[in-house]
Nanobody, 124 residues
């Protein structure tokens, strides 16, 4: 069983930055592919970014490319999402998710474990 806890969300003005952290329990964290998803009010959950088990491969939704960076620290069982140049349309609850295998995926159904989410609000 893997437990995921997100932190780092908050209120920021447009153009600002936030860094989300996902802390994972479990000794096999380094073997999991990890991802970030988000859900805005009234919308479906959508893929944001993913990283493979070693950190050598990353994948982003087109709307966040060049602004967001996903990274991981397997020694600390953490994955981060650095978000720069934030826009009001980035406002959502952000979820960390873990796969049971090491590769990347943008399908939410490929992720087995989910955190509770952290709210990100970007004001205009």
């Amino acid at each position: 069983q893997v437990q995921l806890v997100e932190s780092g969300g908050g209120l920021v003005q447009a153009g600002g930055s936030l860094r989300l952290t996902c802390a994972a329990s479990g000794r096999t964290f380094s073997s999991y592919g990890m991802g970030w998803f988000r859900q805005a009010p009234g919308k479906e959950r959508e893929f944001v970014a993913a990283i493979n088990w070693s950190g050598s491969s990353t994948y982003y939704q087109d709307s966040v490319k060049g602004r967001f960076t996903i990274s991981r620290d397997n020694a600390k069982n953490t994955v981060h999402l650095q978000m720069n140049s934030l826009k009001p349309e980035d406002t959502a609850v952000y979820y960390c998710a873990a796969r049971a295998v090491g590769g990347t995926s943008y399908y939410s159904s490929d992720y087995k474990y989910w955190g509770q989410g952290t709210q990100v609000t970007v004001s205009s």
